[in-house]
């Protein structure tokens, strides 16, 4: 990679997606447990429920395309974090409701960073939460 290359980067991930079997069911989920709406849309033929961001944001999605993407019910993979922001309590505390399990004990980060947790969704898959404040 050369210096210009690594100048011009602005963050390390551009983009995201969470595979589900069940779309409807992994979107109602993470409708209620983030609390937010996700816009729904079709690329090339595959569902996908983008989560709602600022323009400059990193985006993500869930997206239903079995043939390629299969929820990690093993949980051993690749973490994603989603931001839990204004609280990872109170984020915490919807997960249940919304059809999924804490996985695990929440995490105070050093140097003020904030705290971390995660959960299994409706899929299986293991998401990461993260917060600068956990109260």
């Not at 984020?91 to 995660?118: H, M, Q, Y």
């Amino acid at each position: 990679m050369t210096a210009t290359a690594t100048a011009t980067a602005t963050r390390a991930i551009s983009w995201f997606e969470i595979p589900a079997l069940d779309f409807d069911r992994a979107v109602r989920f993470y409708e209620a447990a983030l609390d937010q709406p996700m816009h729904r849309e079709v690329f090339g033929g595959v569902p996908m429920a983008v989560f709602a961001r600022d323009e400059e944001a990193t985006g993500g999605a869930i997206v239903c395309n079995p043939r390629d993407m299969r929820p990690s019910v093993t949980g051993d993979g690749v973490a994603v974090y989603l931001n839990a922001e204004p609280t990872l309590q109170a984020t915490l505390d919807r997960i249940k409701p919304a059809g999924g399990k804490i996985d695990g004990s929440i995490v105070e980060l050093p140097n003020e960073i904030g705290f971390i947790a995660f959960f299994i969704d409706t899929e299986g898959n293991r998401i990461g939460l993260h917060a600068r404040h956990l109260r």
